[in-house]
């Protein structure tokens, strides 16, 4: 079982930052893959970075150069931080865990945990 609290969502003008976290809970010693993904008002919930258990990241192409996901795996939290927000960037953000070594790719259906979201609005 992994529980996921995510924060840090918020509004935001174009142009800004913001930082959400995910405080995860886990069972001792096992390696996880962890992600973000978010979903936008008639959209499909869409992949947006994730780490697997080693430490290698990739990121959705609409992020590359603005997003960064990080793991403090002290603190089983993850981090997202978002630059240069665009207006199309407003969504709901979800925190997202499967068990493994490795992550399954961008398919929200194969991660098996998800927090329960939080919102982030940018308007232009």
């Known amino acids: 079982q992994v529980q996921l609290v995510e924060s840090g969502g918020g509004s935001v003008q174009a142009g800004g930052s913001l930082r959400l976290s995910c405080a995860a809970a886990y069972y001792a010693g096992s390696t996880i893959c962890m992600g973000w993904f978010r979903q936008a008002p008639g959209k499909e919930r869409e992949g947006v970075a994730r780490?697997?258990?080693?430490?290698?990241?990739a990121y959705a192409d609409s992020v590359k150069g603005r997003f960064t996901i990080s793991k403090d795996n002290a603190k089983n939290t993850l981090y997202l931080q978002m630059n240069s927000l665009k207006p199309e960037d407003t969504a709901v953000y979800y925190c997202?865990?499967?068990?493994?070594?490795?992550?399954?790719?961008?398919?929200?259906?194969?991660?098996?945990?998800w927090g329960q979201g939080t919102q982030v609005t940018v308007s232009s």
């Open positions: 780490i697997n258990g080693y430490g290698a990241i």
């Open positions: 997202a865990a499967r068990y493994g070594d490795y992550c399954p790719g961008w398919r929200f259906n194969d991660y098996d945990y």
